[in-house]
């Protein structure tokens, strides 16, 4: 099953996606603002989906938002959690912030005011602030049933679904302080999308992430394309790391790291610019593509 979070005639509605992507059935949900969040709490507590509210429409003729367009506490999301992205770190500009491996993963968060829409504009921010923006393709986990100090062996019990995320990341800003949460979490830097597969039709432990950027005026290059089975930490072993003294919630999101082929891997780096398209794809998922723009604050 997919679920979506869309707004179409001047109001928000959550519904379902059919298998090809283009249809949605909109279901009687009271508060659709929230996206998809009381539908998980409901499915979490064993309750059944709403029934539909009105006729299908093409998703073509709505504007999609985040499936959860602010998760509750912001996200969970774990840096350096690839073998070739992690051998890349220590060729770039970022070798000297990369900690010698202790065994643990390493874990941040975004806040949850920076998520977008799957198709939204990301704001540059001023240059006085950030010039070396950054993408990262990444595959997120969307929690189902909650728990505290959840066992690996159990943890896939607890997954609800999958979304992507773009983690995107201000460089500068994230090598500038001691925590990564400041250079993650400017507004606009976690376009999400283009809504949550269900772990009944999706492995997130075994599927392909791609990422494209198509430089302003330019095609499209295929920058990240790795697999999820190439995790250093695997989906079970974050939700592990994550419980730990912390209960997880139904609709907690963990972004669950991104491939090699960042743009601060490159040598030069290639930095984000104005008119930059960035798109992600997830085999058995969809797809979320988001233009980088300077806005007006
Ligand atoms: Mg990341």
Redesign the pocket.
Known sequence: MRLASWRWGGRDHVGTVSACGRELTPLACRDAAAGVLPLIELLAEGGSLPSPSGTRLPTDAVVLRAPLPRPRRGLF???R?YHAHAAELAGSVFRNHVTDDRGWPIVFGKLAECVVGPHDAVRLPNPSTSVQIDY?S?LAVVIGRGGLDIQRSRAMDHVFGYTVVN?V?ARDVQMRHQQWDLG?SFDSFCPMGPWIVTADELDGRDTRVRGWVTPAGGAPELRQDGFTRDMIHDIPTLIETCSRGITLLPGDVI?T??PAGVGMGFEPPRWLRAGDVVRIEIDGLGAIENRFERLAA
């Open positions: 999301c774990v840096g959690n990262e990444e983690d990341t993650k972004a790291g991104t």
